[in-house]
């Protein structure tokens, strides 16, 4: 089975526009609905605590446009990547970071010195940002030495490997959601959502 390895040398994906207007609105709207769900099965402490939905708390018609994101993202880079094995997915999340939030730099399967984390199975991520009402939340990967600019509507992707460590700057001010993503070449991390 291939793994994230499989992606050493392949580019940051940066898709402007990759979702519509009205499919922004709407994850949007759910998002900032009082009617959100955000996950409280994280103990308090950790740092995740209320800060996405899972697909098991969202309406029908809003995991429906989720999945249908989810499978567009999938389909752009694997044709991008050049994978022709069976790609499943882990997640599918609306995130969001309030302020004083950020996140390290760190690989999404593995630790900066190669070594595995919780998620070894992940292999590429796909982020898709659905507002810029917010200051600092940059991310930026400082092995590569980037900092793509973040537009609503804007496709972000790249391999799981530390070769790809990034990090999330601390919002400053106001809200930053995503709609957030980790696939995998291993079809018993699939999240039975279709890919
Ligand atoms: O939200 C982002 O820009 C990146 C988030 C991220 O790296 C992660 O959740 O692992
Ligand atoms: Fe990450």
Redesign the pocket.
Known sequence: MLSARSLTGKPIGIVEDFITEQERKQLLFHAKSPKAQWDTSLPTTDVWHGRMINPSKMPAKTLKLMEKIRRRAAKTITAHYGIVDSVYADTLQL?R?RPGDS?AP?A?CEHPNGKSNEFPWRAF?S?I?LNDEFTGGE?HFPVLGMQPT?KPRML?YFPSTAAYL???KKITSGM?Y?H?CFYTFDPTHHDGHSV
């Open positions: 995130v970071w996140q760190h999404d991520a982020i940002y991310i973040i972000a990034h990090g999330v930053r995503t957030s």
